[in-house]
């Protein structure tokens, strides 16, 4: 199933009980669509949210009303049956938000352009927690519920970890000389993974955050986007247009479930009953894909073989332990060439690791 936008759209979000998705775009407009099986989803309406590119969406309040974030620093609650404006923070963060995460049935959090976070108390529309540890903007964030803490990734290169209850950052990780642009909680809590421009994914073992224990060089591109699908793998969105399955610890590429004809994923999303994964791409496509189908391997995509391993079978422990980095922190960059990826891997991972790279890289443009 799949739905073109006129313009390109930048995130979506499944309705918690209902068979509805919806999609922001770059033009400013929130899209509400019903879906189905057997047949391509309805727009049930295209309305002009924001000035500005609407960079990220969610159902707030048991579905009843959409939340949307905006580059003109304000947040919007917009009826999720009309599409109408219910009420409009015009200032709610001093520059562009970049994204928006549920916390609870009352919470949101939002992330900015310069790396500010700041939770919102729906029912009041105020603001009742606000942290300032990144320098550039807020690409990701999640939260973990155990704990009441929201980790968040950025164009900085660090992972934050933020308590809600002490309204203080926890930790911070040292730079990791790439930017941080997705991240998601694996293994019970114990490890937190991170996607990186140059492929990698970053591993860290939960309460050493200051550097990564374990580095995973199997995407040859940009991982954009991570959902967490078990406590054992995930599902990535990379600049590819590839979608794939990732086992994490042992780390390797399980196989390949789907495409965007080769422009990158944005966003990924499951459906409130896990039927259904959602996928936006920069080829102004929505596309719903049956869950089952995609793991059963029915899907046809032209990409790296399934079940290859890309990485070793175990972490490695021994550098789970905080410790000072020998380097400073290093340029950001937003692009970042294939010449600078494997020059971080022969810092990180020896020779082996970049045999690994060129290998994979030859793989995915062969």
Known sequence: MEALHEEMPFDLAFHPSCPLVATSLITGELNLFRYAAESQPER????????????????????????????????????????????????????????LVSLTETTVASGDDEGCIKVW??????CCNSFH????????????????????????????????????????SE?????????????????????TPSGALLLYSWGFFKDCSDRFLGHAQSVDTLLKLDEETLISGASDGVIRLVGILPNRIIQPLAEHSEYPIEALAFSNDRKYLGSISHDKMLKLWDLQELLNGQQLVHDDKPGEPDSDDSDDDGMDVDMDPSSSKGSRSTNTSKSSAICLVI????????????????????
């Not at 974030?69 to 709610?92: H, M, Q, Y």
């Not at 108390?121 to 105020?126: A, C, P, V």
């Not at 930017?179 to 991170?194: A, F, H, P, R, Y």
Request: aromatic share 6%.
């Open 175 to 195: 730079f990791s000389e790439d930017e941080l642009l997705s991240v998601v909680v694996m293994k019970n809590g114990k490890k937190v993974v991170c996607g």
């Open 121 to 126: 108390d729906t029912r009041e529309q105020s």
């Open 133 to 172: 540890c990144h320098e550039d903007y807020i690409s990701d964030m999640t939260y973990v519920s155990d704990s009441n803490q929201i980790l968040a990734t950025s164009g900085d290169g660090t992972l934050s970890v933020n308590n809600l209850r002490r309204n203080k950052v926890k930790s911070q």
């Open 347 to 366: 810092n990180r991972g020896g020779y082996l690791g970049v045999a690994l790279w060129i290998y994979i890289d030859l793989q995915m443009t062969a």
């Open 44 to 99: 049930l309406f295209a309305a002009k949210a924001h000035k500005e590119s609407c960079r990220a969406v969610r159902f707030v309040d048991s579905g009843k009303v959409i939340l949307t974030g905006s580059a003109d620093c304000s947040i919007l609650t917009s009826d999720v049956e009309t599409g109408k404006p219910i009420a409009r923070l015009e200032d709610a963060h001093e520059n562009g938000i970049n994204r």
